[in-house]
């Protein structure tokens, strides 16, 4: 008789528009911040849009990845235990990290208003 095979772990779920749109306007404004003085040679002003552009959307961003990974967390079927471990060790990491992105984000504002 031949052995099941093992439970692999589940698909990740489709990042979604808002996830997506928002990663490719992140990459977007990099790369006009990068390449500023090429694109933009004649409008000294777009540096603080695009820095406020960026930040804005690195604000928008934490929330919007903790989603997608909790729909890929709820679609894993594991053990009661296997389970409450990820969940919580998935809400602590979760937490820490949007802590971080909150100082980041404070020093990120705190440099566009007072240089």
């Known amino acids: ?5 093992l439970a692999s772990s589940p ?6 528009t808002r996830l997506g749109l928002t990663l490719a306007g992140l990459a977007l ?12 040679p004649h ?10 552009l960026g930040w804005l959307l ?5 929330p919007q990845f903790i989603g997608w990974a909790w729909r890929w ?3 894993y079927a594991g053990s009661g235990w296997v389970w409450l471990l990820a969940v919580v060790s998935f809400w602590g990491v979760a937490c820490l990290g ?3 992105w909150a100082l980041l984000l404070v020093a990120g504002v705190g440099v566009l208003l007072w240089g």
């Open 73 to 75: 967390l709820r679609a």
């Open 29 to 40: 404004g990099v790369l006009n911040l990068v390449f500023f003085d090429e694109l933009w």
């Open 11 to 16: 698909q990740l779920p489709p990042l979604g």
């Open 43 to 52: 409008t000294p002003v777009a540096r603080p849009w695009l820095l406020g």
């Open 58 to 62: 690195l604000l928008a961003l934490p």
């Open 1 to 5: 008789m031949p052995k099941p095979p």
């Open 98 to 100: 949007l802590f971080a």
